[in-house]
């Protein structure tokens, strides 16, 4: 099957707040680009030449030479302090205490850069036997094209966006102390 939907966007502005204006580096359906930002546009027919449902825009990119897509990778090879393979339990006990309402909205906002199919995060609390903490399971709620909502259990999200909800504390962090 191979990639179904790939994109990336870019925000220029440096706090969490004004995470309203994402600008499409790219975006990706299936083997068609929908989106290409304005620099790269003259790579476009090397681009669709070039294309493989196995092989991710960024990493063609570099084979290819597209400056613009080959330090975008870079980066990405470089900051390696969020781990890809974070479990949903070890979510589960990051979130010892009540997640707050203000909590959770950061959350929210923060993941619906990545996916706009997000439209609430839920926090159900259950008992834990073995430990004094209660368990706190995770749920990400999606509105479909077709308005359809339901509840996935953050196990069964992608890796993507485990790593993301897992590590948004810490960006938050981050982002908000540069003034």
Known sequence: MGITE???????????????????????????ISELNSEMLEYKQNIDKSIDNNVLLLTMGAVLKIEELSKIRSWFMKNTYLDCSIRSDDMRLRLINEVSDEDRIDMLNFLRVFDKSIVDLKFKKTQNITSRYDRIEIFTVHCSEKNTVYELPIAEESAGTRKMLSGVVNISSVVNSRS
């Open 6 to 32: 790939e994109w990336l966007r870019v925000n220029y502005k440096t706090r969490m707040e004004k995470n309203q204006d994402y600008y499409p580096v790219f975006h990706r359906i299936g083997n068609k």
